[in-house]
């Protein structure tokens, strides 16, 4: 096994996670979550 760290970024704003859940999280409450994606209509 590659002693080589994986990282998870997120394709809106770069952030970087060690993991693809941290990564998911960031993703449902930050982007998503607060309606920034157009068309989004999770709060209706």
Not at 9 to 32: G, W
């Amino acid at each position: 096994m590659s002693s080589e760290k994986k990282e998870f970024r997120c394709p809106y704003c770069d952030s970087v996670f060690k993991t693809e859940a941290e990564l998911s999280k960031h993703i449902d409450r930050i982007h998503i979550g607060s309606g920034l994606l157009e068309g989004d209509r999770t709060k209706w």
